[in-house]
């Protein structure tokens, strides 16, 4: 039963012709940077792979028939504390079907878990069991995509995983559930297993949040010290986005927000760096994809507040408190991202791992890359509390 705080509503996604138009026009416009013959992606964005993808964006990419795969599923806009959340709700036909809601990252949308909501919904028509399936919830972030933007600064992880805490037990009436997430979602599923318990069952990550290491805690084994120092090398090298974005978002999102290509080159040169793609990004993705996500952003002019979440953590703090540890079941699918490879004995500092994965294939957008191998690693985990 609905509560009346919390007002529900259809919705179908569908862009103004003007703002198409527009997209278009300003592609057609576009003044390219010169760039490092032969360079690659290795001074960021891959001048030649731009070039051929915001081509296509202009003359070959069918917005339109992106809606309608996205409009198969089920949305609603749920009014709860004053935040409008959309979210996809697709039910499974199975009697036994356990509430799942999954969380993305950054700088991805609910447009990456295309391929995985309906293995998780109809198992049995991708080699699964009946048994095994889900009522799939999947919230677009406040402020990402078609969740508008949060009037107030982003609510950072913990705001989140509150909202979705009251949207599935007090908007969709789901008083016990299950919750999956990677990146920033990984951290809102955190929360919801440390402040939400008695609601959430169990979680399961494909990214942690980094444990205590402060005065008290245990000291470190060799093989965390080696993963801390990657972390450190990794960040070093790869972790200037992060930087901006903690710091000064505002800035880099009147470019963001002014110029297509500039938005597509921030986005995708991440779907390329972060993906199991060997360094060929359409090895994993289509342009399709690539620009479905991209135009998610422009159309809804959320590149700026997505970004705010990184300035909110870096002043709010990142990890546990002292002392805090998930007890709830947790289950772990470490996908091929180097940086959240990490030992067991890291993440049971913070966590109950009660089911632990190292997948051979995918990478930090695991359910667009792998939805297969991730939808089993699901089935397998949450299957025990059915």
């Not at 391929?115 to 080699?127: N, Q, S, V």
């Not at 060799?222 to 992060?242: I, K, M």
């Not at 990890?319 to 991202?337: A, K, N, S, Y």
Request: net charge negative; proline share 5%.
């Amino acid at each position: 039963m609905i509560a009346a705080a919390h007002a529900l509503r259809p919705f179908t996604i569908h862009a103004d012709d003007a703002d198409l138009f527009d997209l278009k026009r300003r592609l057609s416009q576009t003044r390219w940077p010169d760039s490092v013959p032969d360079s690659g992606w290795s001074y960021g964005a891959n001048a030649d792979f731009m070039h051929e993808l915001i081509a296509y964006w202009q003359a070959g990419f069918d917005w339109r028939a992106q809606e309608r795969e996205l409009n198969r599923f089920a949305q609603f806009i749920a009014e709860i504390d004053g935040q409008a959340i959309h979210f996809i709700h697709e039910r499974s036909p199975h009697a036994n079907a356990l509430p799942l809601i999954i969380s993305h990252g950054w700088p991805s949308s609910v447009a990456e878990m295309m391929a995985l909501i309906p293995r998780l919904t109809h198992p049995e028509r991708f080699g699964g069991n009946a048994e095994d399936a889900f009522h799939v919830v999947v919230p677009s972030l406040p402020g990402f995509g078609f969740s508008p933007r949060p009037n107030a600064p982003a609510p950072g992880t913990i705001g989140v995983a509150k909202l979705w805490s009251q949207l599935m037990a007090d908007v969709l009436g789901y008083e016990r559930f299950v919750a999956h997430g990677g990146d920033i979602g990984a951290g809102i599923t955190t929360w919801l297993g440390l402040h939400h318990a008695a609601r959430v069952q169990a979680i399961h990550l494909t990214a942690f949040v980094d444990p205590y290491l402060g005065e008290g805690s245990a000291p470190l084994t060799e093989e965390e010290q080696r993963y801390a120092g990657y972390v450190r090398s990794w960040l070093d090298e790869e972790g200037a986005y992060a930087h901006v974005q903690d710091t000064r978002p505002q800035t880099v999102a009147f470019a963001l927000n002014d110029s297509p290509a500039g938005l597509a080159a921030w986005i995708v040169e991440k779907f390329q760096a972060w993906s199991d793609c060997g360094g060929d990004v359409e090895r994993r993705f289509s342009k399709d994809q690539l620009l479905t996500n991209v135009t998610i952003y422009w159309l809804t002019q959320t590149i700026n507040s997505s970004m705010r979440y990184y300035h909110y953590a870096r002043r709010h703090g990142r990890g546990f408190l002292r002392g805090e540890r998930v007890t709830v079941p947790v289950g772990v699918g470490l996908t091929c991202e180097a940086v959240d490879h990490a030992p067991r004995s890291w993440v049971e500092r913070s966590y109950n791992v009660m089911h632990w994965t190292e997948f051979s294939r995918g990478s930090h957008f695991m359910a667009a890359e792998e939805p297969d191998l991730l939808a089993q690693d699901l089935r397998c985990f949450f299957r025990r509390l059915r």
